[in-house]
């Protein structure tokens, strides 16, 4: 079973930017549904992206045109390139592949 770890969390201001990678302990050349999910304190876990198979990938509303979803088969790891970052983007960061979460890395939005 592949086993996932986060990283590139960390604390950033308002507007900045952070590249979150994702590496798998295997190949995830077939693995087309794979994604990034978060989770807010008090809140839910909610999507943020996703490959979601046939090359089409899934994006929430709050993400769309700020984040950037990507991956590299050929390192097993995927990818969330996020901008224009603000504090609602304060979250903890999971990947979910297979069924399987990695154990998160927490993103701070703050001035």
């Known amino acids: 079973q592949v086993q996932l770890v986060e990283s590139g969390g960390g604390l950033v201001h308002p507007g900045g930017s952070l590249r979150l990678s994702c590496a798998a302990s295997g190949s995830i050349d077939s693995i087309n549904v794979m994604g990034w999910y978060r989770q807010a304190p008090g809140k839910q876990r909610e999507l943020v992206a996703a490959?979601?198979?046939?090359?089409?990938?899934n994006y929430a509303a709050s993400a769309k045109g700020r984040f950037t979803i990507s991956r590299d088969n050929a390192k097993n790891t995927l990818y969330l390139q996020m901008n224009s970052l603000k504090p609602e983007d304060t979250a903890v960061y999971y990947c979910?592949?297979?069924?399987?979460w990695g154990p998160g890395t927490q993103v701070i939005v703050s001035s």
């Open positions: 979910l592949a297979m069924g399987k």
């Open positions: 490959f979601i198979g046939g090359g089409r990938i």
